[in-house]
T-cell receptor, first 112, second 112 residues
Framework: DVKVTQSSRYLVKRTGEKVFLECVQD?????MFWYRQDPGLGLRLIYF???????EKGDIPEGYSVSREKKERFSLILESASTNQTSMYLC???????????FGQGTRLTVV | SQQGEEDPQALSIQEGENATMNCSYK?????LQWYRQNSGRGLVHLIL?????REKHSGRLRVTLDTSKKSSSLLITASRAADTASYFC????????????FGQGTRLTINP
């Protein structure tokens, strides 16, 4: 089974803080993704990466950046957290040839 | 951009009844997947149907796909209280850089 692990289930941060959300997968997948989930809006893609040091913007990249220094790890960075970034964040990984893949358990981030 | 639209947004039925959820999408797809999410948790993959398939079964789940109408349905038969969750469809679009595009989801409540 695919194992995607997000470093925190719950986080509370202050406005203006720099926030790191970490995601690690153990299946040697090339593709990794960060989604944001809000009620009534479903999952929206923030950023994805198809290789180490490679990244592409998703549908809502504003206010976020990402880092992929190693194949198994994909980090989402909120440079200066704002209250409108309070949300559930989900990480996913997929191999080069889908459809296999998996999701992490999610990180519920609250920015106060 | 949201690829999928799900209908209904919320569904409440009695235990033992069948539950049907629908998903429509906009662009050509390689496959369509259904996921379940229990409250506050990550996504669990339920079933995948490829673009050249019309119907697929897995246990109490039945998925149909109509590519001419760009729509899919998920039927859960003989529902149980444990089926209470949100259900999402996700599409692997033909030119989507291997990213899944999600609908907003259907919130299913099974009443005992």
């Amino acid at each position: 089974d695919v194992k995607v692990t997000q470093s925190s289930r719950y986080l509370v941060k202050r406005t203006g803080e720099k926030v790191f959300l970490e995601c690690v997968q153990d299946m040697d997948h090339e593709n990794m993704f960060w989604y944001r989930q809000d009620p009534g809006l479903g999952l929206r893609l923030i950023y994805f990466s198809y290789d180490v040091k490679m990244k592409e913007k998703g549908d809502i990249p504003e206010g976020y950046s990402v880092s992929r220094e190693k194949k198994e790890r994909f980090s989402l960075i909120l440079e200066s957290a704002s209250t409108n970034q309070t949300s559930m964040y989900l990480c996913a990984s997929r191999p080069l040839t889908p459809p296999e893949g998996g999701f992490g358990q999610g990180t519920r981030l609250t920015v106060v | 951009s949201q690829q999928g639209e799900e209908d209904p947004q919320a569904l409440s039925i009695q235990e033992g009844e069948n539950a049907t959820m629908n998903c429509s999408y906009k662009t050509s797809i390689n496959n369509l997947q259904w996921y379940r999410q229990n409250s506050g948790r990550g996504l669990v993959h339920l079933i995948l149907i490829r673009s050249n398939e019309r119907e697929k079964h897995s246990g109490r789940l039945r998925v149909t796909l109509d590519t001419s109408k760009k729509s899919s349905s998920l039927l859960i038969t003989a529902s149980r209280a444990a089926d209470t969750a949100s259900y999402f469809c996700a599409t692997d679009v033909v030119q989507g850089a291997q990213k899944l595009v999600f609908g907003q989801g259907t919130r299913l409540t099974i009443n005992p």
